[in-house]
């Protein structure tokens, strides 16, 4: 029978590489909405109630309207506040991607929007790599 600790180093080393796939789809999407986007400006039309945080202060997301070829499409971002940082009818930039599908995908264009969330999973991943190579 095995020693536990080689179970616990496998178990660390597959969350790792998990997250490292994680991470590198999430940079990988934000890094195709940047050279494949095309820039537009879209409107913040309203806000998008994103429940309570800890203190039961109430958040927000935007919701961005973008006119394209005529159409309009509105869209959330992923990040949310409590006090956004844009007012109503403040123009923002956003990007959009064109896939084979007849909805274009669209994104905000700021940096925190992905590549916080595949760092913090490479960082996260990064440590439990090391932490299941000194457990084997």
Request: aromatic content about 16%; glycine content about 8%; cysteine-free.
């Amino acid at each position: 029978m095995e020693e536990p600790k080689y179970w616990i180093a496998r178990l660390f080393v597959t969350l790792a590489i998990l997250l490292l796939f994680l991470a590198m789809g999430t940079v990988r999407k934000w890094i195709r909405f940047r050279i494949f986007g095309n820039p537009l400006t879209g409107r913040v039309v309203s806000f998008v109630s994103k429940g309570r945080d800890r203190y039961q202060v109430p958040l927000f997301s935007l919701e961005i309207l973008v006119e394209v070829e005529g159409n309009e499409h509105r869209f959330n971002t992923i990040l949310h506040w409590n006090r956004p940082p844009y007012q109503l009818g403040d123009f923002v930039p956003v990007r959009m991607v064109r896939n084979s599908e007849k909805e274009p995908k669209f994104m905000w264009d700021n940096l925190e929007e992905y590549v916080t969330d595949g760092f913090f999973a490479l960082v996260i991943g990064l440590v439990l790599l090391v932490m299941g190579i000194g457990f084997w």
